[in-house]
């Protein structure tokens, strides 16, 4: 399977980093957008990582914590390198093409990213249109955080070709890719997936089943659930609840500094997905209350100046 | 309360850890051991530790990586402060005091600290002997990891001053110190107990609530638990969901690697407390499984050269 061109579907925030790092390592990159409007808010973020992947470039010829592994292997870092790699940048930032037309976009693709909203609807919708465009032996994966590809398999009228490709955000300086196959998916197009992603230099990690959250938010949720049910049954504060992790493991965050990142509202939400959350006497119920009142005090983490802890204005 | 005298009940690993560290920081600190062939075994223990203390403040000297917190504050390391401290290390080793004799060991203490072994009545039958020796004044502290000071308190005699003080191995390089009362420890207990541990330079967690766990282990083990998940229903490789974590999450270590430092007997027995253990069928059924294959295998963690990873023969 011989990827070259790579078509993008969605210009939003990992949308816009998976075309920007796919152009930046050689590939010819579609980013297809629904509507004129969609490509004006795709275009500032597309600035935005072509500014930003030029800084990054300057930041590491002096200094080897600015290192973006996305960018090259470490021990080719010279000051030199890094100069000439900004060439990679200027080409990806020149050629990539924005479009809301679905031949343009799809006639040709060997490789279709599709990073569109959560929505089950919107996805299937396009899915179902996007068969129509699309070449035989053309590979779809889909970036969905939350849905699952057997949802969708059916309606890309293509299962054995279909599969999931999860990037985390900030894709030139995390370069985790979960690659996750279906039970209909075929060999070919899972390798071929692996090996995409490791040509956009990222580290594909091999989920060889469906499974919602991938590997990460499999750990992720029931961990930070563990440190939220300490909290909310009073049993200590997040600070030693994080002191407790940090030292005891060598980790660099705590459960709550965690939460922080992710925002509490995105934990609130998925809170409540869990029916005893509705049941204030469970400790489910416990924990989404107490979120509650920090998300309507406005503490709804880091982005926002304060969350469990405090951080000093940008 | 001021606490000059320690006791420490029990010269095992923890036990002559703790007695070591306190007599290190300045304490009056006797062992009581129930047998004297527990003081044959009990002074090999104190000979390592002594050797240990001394070797650690020379490579502290030149090694930054070396410095253990426990020791002395980071800004007061100098090479001359790390010889000085050996003064404190050749006094503890030669003041620690050795009996089997329950009001030598217990007829003045300020602060017991319990370290006997992890038996509902071993333990009850040492208090309830504990109460005919013990000044009224004097605080009970429990190590245990695995019991619950509110199974103990009626047998000590005095609720309102007996809660838990669990230290982690090697307690002068990794200084956590959960403090956790259970709903009847007063207050002055808990708060000469936190500023006991303070004083012997560990870092003391407030646990306000009786914990089965404590802290730490209340999250290591549903993480664990969702990483074996994710093994077991063959989603991915150990070494996937660790790249997974460690990428993630920054983490230095992830879930597998942590496990073979626990050793896989020790998650064994944690799994097949879990009454679903015994349905194959169930996840925690294949999970002990699973893990009952390597145990057979003899792959059991770090200390056997093997577990999910393996090691290099020391």
Request: include cysteine; charged fraction near 25%; aromatic fraction near 8%.
């Amino acid at each position: 399977m011989d990827i070259k061109k790579v078509t993008v579907a969605g210009g939003g925030v990992l949308g816009s980093q998976i075309a920007f790092q796919s152009a930046y390592s050689g590939y010819d990159v579609t980013i297809w957008l629904r509507t004129e409007a969609s490509i004006g808010r795709c275009q500032p973020k597309l600035d935005y990582l072509h500014a930003t992947y030029l800084k990054t470039l300057d930041a590491m010829k002096q200094n080897p914590a600015a290192y973006a592994y996305g960018l090259m292997p470490r021990e080719d870092v010279t000051p030199q390198s890094c100069e000439d790699a900004k060439a990679k940048v200027e080409a990806a930032y020149k050629g990539i093409r924005l479009t809301t037309d679905w031949d343009e976009a799809f006639g040709d693709a060997d490789l279709v990213i599709e990073a569109v909203a959560e929505s089950v609807q919107q996805k299937i919708d396009f899915y179902t249109e996007l068969a129509k465009h699309l070449p035989e032996r053309t590979i779809i994966d889909t970036n969905s955080s939350t849905l699952l590809p057997s949802q969708f398999a059916e309606a890309t009228g293509r299962p054995e070709k279909f599969l999931a490709l999860h990037f985390a955000n900030e894709i030139w300086s995390h370069p985790t890719a979960e690659v996750m196959r279906h039970a209909g998916t075929g060999d070919e197009a899972f390798e071929a997936t692996i090996a995409f992603a490791a040509s956009i230099r990222m580290i594909p990690l091999r989920v060889n089943k469906e499974q919602p959250g991938y590997l990460l938010n499999s750990m992720l949720v029931p961990f930070l659930n563990s440190a939220e049910a300490l909290w909310a049954n009073e049993v200590a504060t997040p600070e030693d609840i994080d002191r407790a992790w940090t030292l005891g493991t060598g980790a660099p965050a705590g459960p709550f500094r965690i939460l922080d990142i992710v925002g509490l509202t995105t934990a609130y939400n998925i809170g409540i997905m869990d029916p005893r959350s509705k049941d204030p006497n469970t400790v489910q119920g416990k924990i989404t209350a107490k979120l509650k009142e920090k998300i309507d005090r406005g503490e709804l983490g880091l982005n926002a100046g304060k969350g469990f802890y405090e951080y000093p204005k940008q």
